[in-house]
């Protein structure tokens, strides 16, 4: 999986956990956009900070699933539709 920070947003303070629970290869963001699935993670602001690319289901499955145990919520949980170019978006809630 790839990721990148988007440049002049702030991170979250939740996210060195982010990058200590997820094996992430840092990248371009449009690099990150090309692969098959988007995470997008929300800061306090409500801004969209950080992508995470997955190349395949599974590897987009897993990234959600440890979002989750970090208790983050995914906003399109019961959407198929991607928003802002994303297919999971994480943020607390």
């Known amino acids: 999986m790839k ?10 303070k939740f996210d060195k956990h982010i990058i200590g629970n997820l094996l992430l290869d840092v990248a371009p963001p449009d690099e990150v956009r090309q692969e098959a699935l988007i995470v997008g993670v929300r800061n306090a602001d409500g801004q969209i900070y950080r992508l995470i690319g997955a190349s395949t289901h599974n590897s987009f499955m897993n990234a959600v699933e440890e979002l989750f145990d970090l208790g983050l919520t995914d ?3 019961e959407t198929d539709e ?8 994480f943020s607390e809630q």
């Open 82 to 89: 991607p928003v802002e170019g994303c297919d999971a978006i």
């Open 75 to 77: 906003e399109l949980q």
């Open 3 to 12: 990721t990148s920070l988007l440049d002049g947003i702030k991170p979250a």
